[in-house]
């Protein structure tokens, strides 16, 4: 079974500083990888995905992820936010090759950004 | 706007009591999942369709029931109800194999409140 792990909660920043939220995962065999993000009183939408190539991803409105599989992580990060970023953002990992998208969740990170 | 579409927005009921939330898959997609959004268990995956079958299942409750309907329309049935249900209830839906894996596309979910 995959899980997937989201060591802060909650994660303060000002305005125009850089982020990072942290994601890790436990997989005994090679997994997709995402990040969604959820605004106040919304659904999730997709920000970004690995699914092979590449390990440096880039997403929607600016943030990137990188997967690195010997420290089974895929830390989110944005090099500058913006007050409009402040929402709920969870990592989730699928199985390779099930043709369904079924999705494990991590507890999720509210990124709280400030003036 | 995702193109799911989930109904009611908002419902308060008593103990015992029992529900229906239902939820209409962008259009074409033929795979509709749920998710059970709480404080304490933060987003579960209960069960996923695809094309009326039922494909996979989560930590679903035997008290909880979901079908997808020949209009691919699905209704998640929650009965006997307790205080401890009380959560947001997603439902998602992508187009099942074929598609770019790990791409939901979630409603604005169903607020249950349980008194």
């Known amino acids: 079974a995959q899980s997937v792990t989201q060591l802060d909660s909650q994660v303060p920043v000002f305005e125009e500083a850089p982020v990072e939220l942290r994601c890790n995962y436990s997989s005994s065999v090679s997994v997709y990888l995402f990040w969604y993000v959820q605004y106040p009183n919304q659904g999730l939408q997709l920000l970004l995905k690995?699914?092979?190539?590449?390990?440096l991803v880039k997403g929607i409105n600016g943030f990137e992820a990188e997967f690195n599989k010997s420290q089974t992580s895929f830390h989110l990060r944005k090099p500058s936010v913006h007050i409009s970023d402040t929402a709920e953002y969870f990592c989730a990992v699928s199985r390779l090759n099930t043709g369904f998208q079924k999705l494990v969740f991590g507890t999720g990170t509210r990124l709280l950004v400030s003036p | 706007d995702s193109g799911v579409t989930q109904t009611p927005k908002h419902l308060i009921t008593a103990t015992g009591q029992r529900v229906t939330l239902r939820c209409s898959p962008r259009s074409g997609d033929l795979s509709v999942y749920w998710y059970q959004q709480s404080l304490d268990q933060g987003l579960q995956f209960l069960i996923q369709?695809?094309?009326?079958?039922?494909?996979a299942k989560g930590n679903i409750l035997e008290r909880f029931s979901a079908q997808q309907f020949p209009d691919l329309h699905s209704e998640l049935n929650l009965s006997s109800l307790e205080l401890g249900d009380s959560a947001l209830y997603f439902c998602?839906?992508?187009?099942?194999?074929?598609?770019?894996?790990?791409?939901?596309?979630f409603g604005e979910g169903s607020r249950l409140t349980v008194l």
């Open positions: 369709y695809y094309n009326g079958e039922e494909r």
């Open positions: 690995y699914l092979s190539g590449s390990t």
């Open positions: 998602a839906s992508s187009a099942g194999p074929g598609q770019g894996p790990g791409e939901l596309f």
